[in-house]
């Protein structure tokens, strides 16, 4: 079982930025496909960025230029750095990883193991 553990959410005003850091096991950050994903209130849950274990990255077009998702295998830490936070951003945030897939994908169903979410606020 792989474990997933979130932190770094807060409240900010809009144009702010934060960073979220997801920590798992040294086996998973480097040998599977990690992703962020988002779940504002009355939604389901959307893509946000997605990592291959290679280091390539795939963003929704809702936060490209804006987000980074990038991993320290050294740490065992995935990460989702913010900036330019708009009110629309505001959601509970998961880490997630894909060991049987491995594909650049922003489906739910590709994704095995969860974290338990983080809040991201902005306000406007």
């Known amino acids: 079982q792989v474990q997933l553990v979130e932190s770094g959410g807060g409240s900010v005003q809009s144009g702010g930025s934060l960073r979220l850091s997801c920590v798992t096991s040294?086996?998973?950050?480097?040998?599977?496909?990690m992703a962020w994903f988002r779940q504002a209130p009355g939604n389901g849950r959307e893509g946000v960025a997605v990592?291959?274990?290679?280091?390539?990255?795939v963003y929704a077009n809702s936060v490209k230029g804006r987000f980074t998702i990038s991993k320290d295998n050294a740490k065992n830490t995935l990460y989702l750095q913010m900036f330019s936070l708009k009110p629309e951003d505001t959601a509970m945030y998961y880490c997630?990883?894909?060991?049987?897939?491995?594909?650049?994908?922003?489906?739910?169903?590709?994704?095995?193991?969860w974290g338990q979410g983080s809040q991201v606020t902005v306000s406007s």
């Open positions: 990592i291959s274990k290679f280091g390539d990255t």
């Open positions: 997630a990883a894909d060991n049987r897939h491995q594909v650049m994908s922003f489906a739910e169903s590709d994704f095995d193991y």
């Open positions: 040294t086996y998973a950050v480097s040998n599977y496909y």
